[in-house]
Structures are given as structure tokens and as C-alpha cells.
Antibody, heavy 116, light 108 residues
Framework: QLQLQESGPGLVKPSETLSLNCSVS????????WNWIRQPPGKGLEWIAY???????NYNPSLKSRVTTSVDTSKNQFSLKLNSVTAADTAVYYC??????????WGQGTMVTVSS | EIVLTQSPGTLSLSPGERATLSCRAS???????LAWYQQKPGQAPRLLIY???SRATGIPDRFSGSGSGTDFTLTITRLEPEDFAVYYC??????????FGQGTRLEI
């Protein structure tokens, strides 16, 4: 059974860089497209990025200038970096697999608060 | 950007009733690229429907999806207590390539 688990700091200071990892078990990270999605408190879902181990990536234009992603095949995980964060970046961040034109497996989510 | 507008924002029903949730796209969406999710408080979204009308693994047959072009519907027949949650539609296409609707809250 595929499982995804996000990890990273729960608190980031304004103007600093948010860094998250998503560990994948039950499947190889070299297959499929992997995504980052976030959800501000009490609000809806916002797609951030998708990435593939081949290097194919795509970012939400609203975040593109601040987002970096990568895949670590040796650890079977992928990561997200979002720089110059503000309070507007406070959200639950999810990693998810995109398969058959939908997000079929999600991590449990990790809450990241941007505050000094 | 393809904007998905869900209606109603909140739907108040009782167990045993039928729920009809709407998702309207600002431009035509390929049916194969339309999905529905259920989210309960404190949980990640769960895939219900993909390809507009195919149920995901383990999803009860009281959930069904339909529609094409710009109008899509999620129907839940015979509501169970565990069905009260927030529902999102999602599409792939355009720029950004993935967008979600704002959600419909289904409450008792």
C-alpha cells in the first residue's frame, strides 16, 4: 500500500525558506508524477507543483518565482522549497501522487506557520 | 486559468436524503481530467471520482459523478452520517495545469 509522509519545520520566520520533504513507501519515486498542494486554515486547496524524477516539473504561476522542487531517488522522497515566505504561506502542506488523472494517494499533511 | 465554481456553498440535508453537488468550469474541461474529493476535518482529501464518472477504489456506489464540458455533478444517494464533509472538484488543464473548486460543505 502506497504511503506518503510529509516532514519539515512547523514554524518558519517571515522572509525565510520553507523546506518540506515527502517520503514515499510502497512505490518508487521514479515512477508517476508527485505533487505538492496546500490549504490555508479554513480555506480551499491550492496546487503548488508537480514533479517527476525525469526532471519534468510544473509550478503554479502564482508561486513559480519562489518554488523549487527536487527528487531524491536514493531516499525515495521528494521535496519542496518555498522562499521569501509571508503569513499568506501559512497552510497545511500536502504531498500527493497523481495517477489516472487524479490524486489517489495523499500524505496526512503538515501544518506550516509563518510567524516571527 | 480554468476556474471551477462549486454550488451550493453549503448544502444542508438529512441522512437518507439525496445530495446533488455542482461544479461548473469557466471553460470546457476534458471529462477524463475531472475528479471529486471528500475532505473531513483534520484529514487529507480522499479521492471519490476520477474521469468525471469512475468511482475510486473502495468508494461506495451511492457516490456517482456525471457531466461533461463545463458542467459536472456529484450525486450522493441515501446520505450516510459519515458523508457529511466538504467536497471539492478538481481539473487538469490550462495554466496553472491543476485547479480546485472552492468546495461545497455538506452538513446535517
Amino acid at each position: 500500500q502506497l504511503q506518503l509522509q510529509e516532514s519539515g519545520p512547523g514554524l518558519v520566520k517571515p522572509s525565510e525558506t520553507l523546506s518540506l520533504n515527502c517520503s514515499v513507501s510502497g512505490a518508487s519515486v521514479t515512477i508517476h508524477y508527485w505533487n505538492w498542494i496546500r490549504q490555508p486554515p479554513g480555506k480551499g486547496l491550492e496546487w503548488i507543483a508537480y514533479l517527476h524524477s525525469s526532471g519534468n516539473t510544473n509550478y503554479n504561476p502564482s508561486l513559480k518565482s519562489r518554488v523549487t522542487t527536487s527528487v531524491d531517488t536514493s531516499k525515495n522522497q521528494f521535496s519542496l522549497k518555498l522562499n521569501s515566505v509571508t503569513a499568506a504561506d501559512t497552510a497545511v502542506y500536502y504531498c500527493a501522487r497523481y495517477y489516472d488523472n487524479a490524486y489517489d494517494f495523499w500524505g496526512q499533511g503538515t501544518m506550516v506557520t509563518v510567524s516571527s | 486559468e480554468i476556474v471551477l465554481t462549486q454550488s451550493p456553498g453549503t448544502l444542508s440535508l438529512s441522512p437518507g436524503e439525496r445530495a446533488t453537488l455542482s461544479c461548473r468550469a469557466s471553460q470546457s474541461v476534458t471529462s477524463s481530467d475531472l475528479a471529486w474529493y471528500q475532505q473531513k476535518p483534520g484529514q487529507a482529501p480522499r479521492l471519490l471520482i476520477y474521469g468525471a464518472s469512475s468511482r475510486a477504489t473502495g468508494i461506495p456506489d451511492r457516490f456517482s459523478g456525471s457531466g461533461s464540458g463545463t458542467d459536472f455533478t456529484l450525486t450522493i444517494t441515501r446520505l450516510e452520517p459519515e458523508d457529511f464533509a466538504v467536497y471539492y472538484c478538481q481539473q487538469r488543464g490550462g495554466s496553472p495545469p491543476v485547479t480546485f473548486g472552492q468546495g461545497t460543505r455538506l452538513e446535517i
